[in-house]
C-alpha cells in the first residue's frame, strides 16, 4: 500500500531534522523509487517549500552532489555495505533538499538561504511513556515507573519482580511457600501512561493510557479471571484452563468492591487479541491475531478466527463480527504509532488526549476529516499538529488543553 500524503510529509521532516530511523529512512526511499508517488510527493513539496520560504518557485539544485550525500547518510550503514538500488534519488533528491529550510541547500548554498516564513508556534507537549501505579490487596501503592528494579515484595507464594526491561512480573515461589487466600492486585496507567505486566501464568498484558487490569496474585484452580478498563493487548499462556477478560466501562467498577456488572467479557484458552473498551467510546472491540476467542454480552456471543474483529456497541445488540479486520490498525499503539487511515476527528482525539494527557476542546463544530497514514507515539505532540494540520484541521495548545478549530 503507498503511503500516504501525511505519511511522506512526516517521513519528509524526520528527514530533514536529522532524527530519521533507518527504517524511515529507507521507507522513504522507497516511496522515492516508486513512481506511483510522483503525485503524493510533488504535493508534499509543494506544501513544504511553500510553508518555508513563502514561495511557490523552488531553486535550482546540483541534484547528483545532493544525492551523493544522501546515500553516504550513516542511517544507510557502514561503508562498503551500502545499496545503491535507489538511482532515482537523483531525479527526486531535490524534495530532501527543499525540506527543513534546506538542511543540504543552505550548506550547499549558502549565499542563497531564505529565511523562513513565520508559523504559529505550538507549546511543546511530550509523548507518553512508561507510567503505572500497582494497588496491592492491602490497599498500598506502588508507582512502577520510579521505583527500582528487581524484587518488589511477596503475597503469599507469589513474588512481585521489576524487570530490567521495565515490566512487572508475578512468579509463583517453589511449593511450600505459605498459602493465603485469594488476593487481587490491580495496575492502572494515567493519561500519558502505558506498562506490560506478566500475569502468574505467564500471560503478558500491555495496556495503553488510562486504562486497569485487576488480577489475582494467583490464578485459583479451574479458573483465569482478569478485570479490565480501557485498552490492553493479551498473549494468553496457553493451558487448559480458560481465561477470561471481563469488560468494565470504567475502573472504578472493576471487582465485586466496584459493584457493576461487566459490559462484556471475552473467553480464550491461549491467544493474542487486542481489546479496546474505553468508557468514552461507543463500543467494545476485541480484535483477533492469533487462536480463537468467544466475544459474550447479555444479548448474545461471537466466536472469533484469526484476522476478524468483534465489535459490541454498547447501546445493546448481538457483538457484530467484522471479517478481514485491519489488525496492524488495532495493534498499532502497542507497535509505537497511531495509525491513522480511516480514523476520524473526534477519535483521533481522544487517542491524543490519553498519550499526550491533554484535554481537547472544540471551537465551533466538529469538522470530520479521515486522516490517513502513520505517526509514531514518540513524536512530540507539536509534530503531530503539524502534520494533522495539512487535513485543515486547526489547533491551539493553552497548557494542557488542545482547542481544536474549524
Same mark, same amino acid.
Given at each position: 500500500?503507498p503511503?500516504?500524503?501525511?505519511?511522506l510529509r512526516?517521513?519528509?521532516?524526520?528527514?530533514?531534522?536529522?532524527i530519521?530511523?533507518?527504517?524511515?529512512?529507507?521507507?522513504?526511499l522507497?516511496?522515492?523509487?516508486?513512481?506511483?508517488?510522483?503525485?503524493e510527493?510533488?504535493g508534499?513539496?509543494?506544501?513544504i517549500?511553500?510553508?518555508?520560504?513563502?514561495?511557490d518557485?523552488?531553486?535550482?539544485?546540483d541534484?547528483e552532489?545532493?544525492?551523493?550525500?544522501?546515500?553516504?547518510d550513516?542511517a544507510f550503514?557502514?561503508?562498503?555495505?551500502?545499496?545503491?538500488?535507489f538511482?532515482k534519488?537523483?531525479?527526486?533528491?531535490?524534495?530532501?533538499?527543499l525540506?527543513?529550510?534546506?538542511a543540504?541547500?543552505?550548506?550547499?548554498?549558502?549565499?542563497?538561504?531564505?529565511?523562513p516564513?513565520?508559523t504559529r508556534?505550538?507549546?511543546?507537549?511530550?509523548?507518553? =511513556?512508561?507510567?503505572a501505579?500497582?494497588? &496491592?490487596? +492491602? @490497599?498500598?501503592?506502588?508507582? %512502577?515507573?520510579? #521505583?527500582?528494579?528487581?524484587?518488589?515484595?511477596?503475597?503469599?507464594?507469589?513474588?512481585?519482580i521489576?524487570?530490567?526491561?521495565?515490566?512487572?512480573a508475578y512468579?509463583?515461589?517453589?511449593?511450600?511457600?505459605?498459602?493465603?487466600?485469594l488476593q487481587?492486585n490491580?495496575?492502572?496507567?494515567p493519561? =500519558?501512561g502505558?506498562?506490560?505486566?506478566? &500475569?502468574? +501464568? @505467564?500471560?503478558?498484558?500491555? %495496556?495503553?493510557a #488510562?486504562?486497569?487490569?485487576?488480577?489475582?496474585t494467583?490464578?485459583?484452580?479451574?479458573?483465569?479471571?482478569?478485570?479490565?478498563s480501557g485498552?490492553?493487548?493479551?498473549?494468553?499462556?496457553k493451558?487448559?484452563?480458560?481465561?477470561?477478560?471481563h469488560?468494565y466501562?470504567s475502573?472504578?467498577?472493576? =471487582?465485586?468492591?466496584?459493584?457493576?456488572?461487566?459490559?462484556? @467479557?471475552?473467553?480464550?484458552?491461549?491467544?493474542?487479541?487486542?481489546?479496546?473498551?474505553?468508557?468514552?467510546?461507543t463500543?467494545?472491540?476485541?480484535t483477533?491475531?492469533?487462536?480463537?476467542?468467544?466475544?459474550?454480552?447479555k444479548?448474545?456471543?461471537?466466536m472469533?478466527?484469526p484476522?476478524?474483529?468483534s465489535?459490541?456497541?454498547?447501546?445493546?445488540?448481538?457483538?457484530?463480527?467484522?471479517?478481514?479486520?485491519?489488525?496492524?490498525?488495532a495493534i498499532?499503539?502497542?507497535?509505537?504509532?497511531?495509525?491513522?487511515?480511516?480514523v476520524?476527528?473526534?477519535?483521533?482525539?481522544?487517542?491524543?488526549?490519553?498519550w499526550?494527557?491533554?484535554?481537547v476542546?472544540?471551537?465551533g463544530p466538529?469538522?470530520?476529516?479521515?486522516?490517513?497514514?502513520?505517526?509514531?507515539?514518540?513524536s512530540?505532540?507539536?509534530?503531530?499538529?503539524?502534520?494533522?494540520?495539512?487535513?485543515?484541521?486547526?489547533?491551539r495548545l493553552e497548557?494542557?488543553?488542545?482547542v481544536?478549530m474549524?
Amino acid at each position: 500500500m503507498p503511503p500516504s500524503s501525511i505519511r511522506l510529509r512526516y517521513l519528509l521532516q524526520q528527514y530533514a531534522a536529522d532524527i530519521c530511523t533507518r527504517q524511515e529512512l529507507l521507507e522513504l526511499l522507497r516511496a522515492i523509487d516508486d513512481s506511483k508517488n510522483d503525485q503524493e510527493l510533488e504535493g508534499s513539496l509543494q506544501a513544504i517549500w511553500h510553508d518555508l520560504t513563502g514561495s511557490d518557485a523552488a531553486p535550482e539544485v546540483d541534484r547528483e552532489r545532493v544525492f551523493s550525500n544522501i546515500i553516504s547518510d550513516p542511517a544507510f550503514g557502514a561503508s562498503g555495505t551500502r545499496r545503491l538500488w535507489f538511482r532515482k534519488m537523483a531525479a527526486a533528491a531535490v524534495f530532501l533538499l527543499l525540506v527543513g529550510g534546506g538542511a543540504y541547500f543552505i550548506s550547499l548554498h549558502p549565499s542563497q538561504k531564505t529565511a523562513p516564513a513565520p508559523t504559529r508556534a505550538i507549546a511543546e507537549v511530550h509523548p507518553g =511513556g512508561n507510567k503505572a501505579i500497582l494497588t &496491592l490487596a +492491602d @490497599g498500598s501503592t506502588i508507582v %512502577l515507573d520510579s #521505583s527500582h528494579n528487581g524484587e518488589l515484595g511477596q503475597q503469599g507464594n507469589t513474588r512481585l519482580i521489576k524487570l530490567d526491561s521495565g515490566q512487572l512480573a508475578y512468579r509463583i515461589s517453589a511449593a511450600g511457600g505459605r498459602v493465603t487466600p485469594l488476593q487481587y492486585n490491580t495496575i492502572a496507567t494515567p493519561r =500519558g501512561g502505558q506498562y506490560q505486566v506478566v &500475569l502468574p +501464568d @505467564g500471560t503478558k498484558v500491555w %495496556l495503553n493510557a #488510562s486504562s486497569s487490569l485487576r488480577f489475582p496474585t494467583a490464578f485459583d484452580k479451574g479458573r483465569r479471571e482478569v478485570d479490565l478498563s480501557g485498552e490492553a493487548y493479551f498473549e494468553v499462556a496457553k493451558e487448559k484452563i480458560p481465561f477470561t477478560v471481563h469488560i468494565y466501562s470504567s475502573a472504578a467498577g472493576m =471487582g465485586a468492591a466496584g459493584g457493576q456488572q461487566p459490559v462484556s @467479557g471475552i473467553d480464550v484458552l491461549g491467544t493474542h487479541f487486542n481489546v479496546n473498551a474505553y468508557g468514552d467510546e461507543t463500543a467494545v472491540t476485541a480484535t483477533l491475531l492469533e487462536g480463537s476467542i468467544r466475544m459474550t454480552a447479555k444479548e448474545g456471543q461471537q466466536m472469533l478466527r484469526p484476522g476478524e474483529q468483534s465489535i459490541y456497541l454498547k447501546t445493546g445488540g448481538i457483538p457484530r463480527v467484522v471479517p478481514d479486520a485491519d489488525v496492524e490498525a488495532a495493534i498499532a499503539w502497542k507497535n509505537g504509532y497511531f495509525q491513522l487511515d480511516g480514523v476520524g476527528t473526534e477519535v483521533l482525539m481522544r487517542q491524543l488526549s490519553r498519550w499526550y494527557d491533554v484535554d481537547v476542546q472544540y471551537e465551533g463544530p466538529v469538522t470530520e476529516r479521515q486522516f490517513g497514514g502513520q505517526m509514531p507515539r514518540a513524536s512530540q505532540l507539536s509534530e503531530v499538529l503539524r502534520i494533522l494540520e495539512e487535513s485543515n484541521v486547526h489547533f491551539r495548545l493553552e497548557g494542557k488543553k488542545l482547542v481544536v478549530m474549524p
